[in-house]
């Protein structure tokens, strides 16, 4: 891979701790993150207005790449009721490479290398660790974290393949932002009722602010994605576990112990061999 699709993986790995890290720190994360997805609407408007209408395939996968967001978004919520930054987000990142080599080996019988064997045992491990003893996250906070790293297992898999049906990965980016933002509101109205916006209000603007973090985490692997393999490309952006652990700690004031430290960093280690 250039350098420059490492640069890529890498800020959009900074990007992602930063933006959950926003939405952890949330008093109504289902709300947070509804708003957050309005700035991907605003932002996706002019550039879907530049480029020329997607095919009926690209809309497909569009369509699917936002309805699994979606999804993701609102098991994400749920993850982080009970559980940390630190303890959550490495068990949803970590857990979508190990999902998608487990799930390539006994359903495509696809072949594992023996970095990728030892990336998911390494992964494994980390994550084991992270659910168990005193100071472990709570077992449904757990469940909740590993359905999210299924769902975006899927749509990175959806992504990969999309964004070449499209002339260029900016717009099939804005699309998916677009998409994804209007079907999320629509999903908080179905569960909550009428949203509720004040640009006056602090939450609202952090929510906002937020939302620009998440735009740059997903269009600039995106357009990673468009110049590289997807593979080595997921498994850099796992070094989101890392920066999650330090935000954590230093924003959230959350308990940063050796047993954690070392819990993440294997997890991290484990996705990038699983990438190699």
Known sequence: ???????LALTAAVMHASWNAFLRSGADRLWSITVMGITGILAALPVMLWFPWPTAAGLGFI????????AYSIFLVFAYRLGDL???YPIVRGSVPLLVSLGGFLMMGQTLTSSQILGVILVAAGIMSLSTGSQRAPTTSILWALLTGLIIATYATVDSIGVRYLPDPGAYAAWVLFTYGVLLIVAYTL???RLRLDIRERETRKALLAGIFVLIAYGVVIIAYSMGPAGPITAIRETSVAFAMIIGRLFLGETLTPKRIVAGL???AGAIAIGR
């Not at 891979?1 to 640069?7: G, L, N, Q």
């Open 266 to 268: 294997i997890v991290a």
């Open 1 to 7: 891979m250039s350098p420059t699709v490492i640069a």
């Open 191 to 193: 569960m909550r009722g």
């Open 63 to 70: 369509l699917a790449s936002s309805m699994l967001q979606v």
């Open 86 to 88: 630190g303890q959550v």
